[in-house]
T-cell receptor
Framework: AQSVTQPDIHITVSEGASLELRCNYS??????LFWYVQSPGQGLQLLLK??????LVQGIKGFEAEFKRSQSSFNLRKPSVHWSDAAEYFC??????????????FGKGTHLIIQP | DGGITQSPKYLFRKEGQNVTLSCEQN?????MYWYRQDPGQGLRLIYY???????QKGDIAEGYSVSREKKESFPLTVTSAQKNPTAFYLC????????????????FGPGTRLTVL
């Protein structure tokens, strides 16, 4: 069974500073990796995804993530954060099931706080 | 606009009552999912369905039931057997990727917050 670890429960970053959110996964085969963002009381929005190919993937809102197979990691980065980036961030892994997609396994999330 | 709707946004029920949460999608997606979110716990999969009239249990299916009579609808019933039903419930849908290169991401609804009094 797959699993996802997000080691940081809370992260505080000053506005304009760079950001890196960590994600480690455990899965025996090729993982399908996702980062989602959630504002309070809302659903989840997909930031970016990795299926195969280039290990550095670009997403929406200026986010990027790098897949490192040797480290089983898929860390999310942003060069300069804005106050509107304050939210909960979830890393997720999916397993390909013959015939289509099944459920995702999520990490417990990282709460991002932006300091003025 | 295509999307996923969940209703109601807030739901209050007395302990021991069954309650049904609605999820509708007009994205023409084959697969639909229900997740439960608790503070500090991330999302956990309750049930999913890849085709009409068929569904599978997820990691925490006990105390829940679902049906999939129509492609666009996947209601979740929280039964009185669910020991701790107060939570935020999220519905999602995705297309069906029949090859690894066509794996589809999941799209989420706005959620229903259920409080059992």
């Amino acid at each position: 069974a797959q699993s996802v670890t997000q080691p940081d429960i809370h992260i505080t970053v000053s506005e304009g500073a760079s950001l890196e959110l960590r994600c480690n996964y455990s899965y025996g085969a090729t993982p399908y990796l996702f980062w989602y963002v959630q504002s309070p009381g809302q659903g989840l929005q997909l930031l970016l995804k990795y299926f195969s190919g280039d290990t550095l993937v670009q997403g929406i809102k200026g986010f990027e993530a790098e897949f490192k197979r040797s480290q089983s990691s898929f860390n999310l980065r942003k060069p300069s954060v804005h106050w509107s980036d304050a939210a909960e961030y979830f890393c997720a892994v999916g397993a390909y099931a013959g015939g289509g997609a099944d459920g995702l396994t999520f990490g417990k999330g990282t709460h991002l706080i932006i300091q003025p | 606009d295509g999307g996923i709707t969940q209703s109601p946004k807030y739901l209050f029920r007395k302990e021991g009552q069954n309650v049904t949460l609605s999820c509708e999608q007009n994205l023409n997606h084959d697969a639909m999912y229900w997740y439960r979110q608790d503070p500090g716990q991330g999302l956990r999969l309750i049930y999913y369905s890849q085709i009409v009239n068929d569904f599978q249990k997820g990691d925490i299916a006990e105390g829940y039931s679902v049906s999939r009579e129509k492609k666009e609808s996947f209601p979740l019933t929280v039964t009185s057997a669910q020991k701790n039903p107060t939570a935020f419930y999220l519905c999602a849908s995705s297309g069906m990727g029949f090859t690894e290169s066509s794996y589809n991401e999941q799209f989420f609804g706005p959620g229903t917050r259920l409080t059992v009094l």
